[in-house]
């Protein structure tokens, strides 16, 4: 695998390999992704065996700007228009009815698709130059931890020969994946939280969006009852409960909670659901390296601000 830099070279160099039909790890706001042509089924393709991922199990399609919007979609409803002019570029995602031209691998063979454009100046600056919609998963084993920086990238695939390169664009802003909603019904739904939230949809369209039940809608990204998941296994648990030592666990905690000593390992993440989004796939990974039997994860809160935390963490430990 290739570490490349954000220089405009190193990206000329990046968009050979996606023509080539080469897979490209690069970074987005959210997490890096493992980004494929999304024009050429047989490079989409690779993406799925390089991940071990379901077949019918969809992709996003990044895009380089909301004027293509139109290329890959057959309708556009004026809600889906709304929210794509408030937040892209950003970690927002759109189901929307797909047309003719996209490729059935890309949606798992259903007729919506998912796009955005994403936040992070590499990313924008690569799509812009290669001119066409990028496919890009986040760039780990199916179901498990998404990576936040290259250094996570290379320890997944440096040994499996299925990764073209890496683009080194630093550690990743928001550090969860996007928010996805599903534009085609007469109400947009919620299918994942991310951190653009309720609230902040709300004041686009006018009324509060609500969160599509597990089985409802269009398959999505990362909906799965089990994702997002350490090796080790991952038990959510309440404050109290880390009053006790555990020396066979490793605790990843509020920054307001003590650490009573006695545990394999012991990290701490800020009690702002910003900060914490950021750093929580990284802390998950160290301590998932620590050789502990179980990672202790202390219960976010229950409010609205916390709805993607809340959403990853559940599904890491189920």
């Known amino acids: 695998m290739i570490r490349l830099s954000a220089r405009d070279e190193d990206l000329d160099r990046a968009i050979e390999l996606l023509a080539r039909g080469e897979l490209v790890a690069l970074p987005t706001e959210t ?41 890959w979609a057959s309708e556009v409803p004026d809600s889906a228009r709304k929210l794509a002019e408030a937040f892209w570029p950003g970690p927002l995602t759109l189901i929307v009815k797909k047309n003719d031209t996209v490729a059935d691998v890309v ?14 100046p590499v990313a924008l600056r690569l799509l812009q130059r290669f001119g066409k919609g990028i496919a890009a998963p986040s760039a780990n084993r199916f179901g ?4 936040t920086t290259a250094e996570h990238v290379i320890s997944e695939f440096e040994h499996r020969d299925t990764v073209a390169a890496v ?40 009324y509060r969006p609500e969160r599509a039940g597990e089985q409802e809608g269009p398959r999505a990204s990362g909906r799965l009852a089990s994702h997002y998941a350490p090796t080790t296994r991952l038990v959510l ?23 009573p000593g006695g545990f ?55």
């Open 107 to 120: 949606t798992g063979g259903q007729d919506t698709v998912g796009l955005r454009v994403p936040g992070h």
């Open 31 to 71: 997490v890096y992704g493992l980004a494929a042509d999304a024009a050429n089924p047989e490079a989409v393709r690779r993406i799925f065996a390089a991940k071990e991922r379901p077949a019918d199990h969809p992709l996003i399609v990044h895009l380089p700007g909301i004027d293509v919007l139109n290329d």
């Open 144 to 147: 498990r931890i998404s990576p």
């Open 264 to 318: 394999r390992a012991w990290q701490a993440l800020p009690g702002d659901p910003v900060a914490y989004a950021r750093e929580l796939y990284a802390a998950l990974r160290e301590l998932d390296q620590c050789g502990a039997e179980r990672i202790l994860v202390q219960r976010p809160p229950s409010t609205a601000a916390w709805a993607a935390v809340r959403d990853r963490l559940e599904r890491a430990a189920a």
């Open 237 to 259: 648990v309440d404050r109290e409960k880390l009053r006790h030592s555990d020396p066979q666990a490793a605790v990843l905690a509020l920054a307001s909670t003590p650490d």
């Open 167 to 206: 683009i080194d664009g630093g550690p990743c802003a928001v550090g969860v994946e996007s928010t996805i909603v599903d534009c085609t019904g007469p109400v947009v739904r919620i299918l994942r939280p991310g951190m653009i939230g309720v609230e902040r949809l709300a004041m686009v369209l006018g």
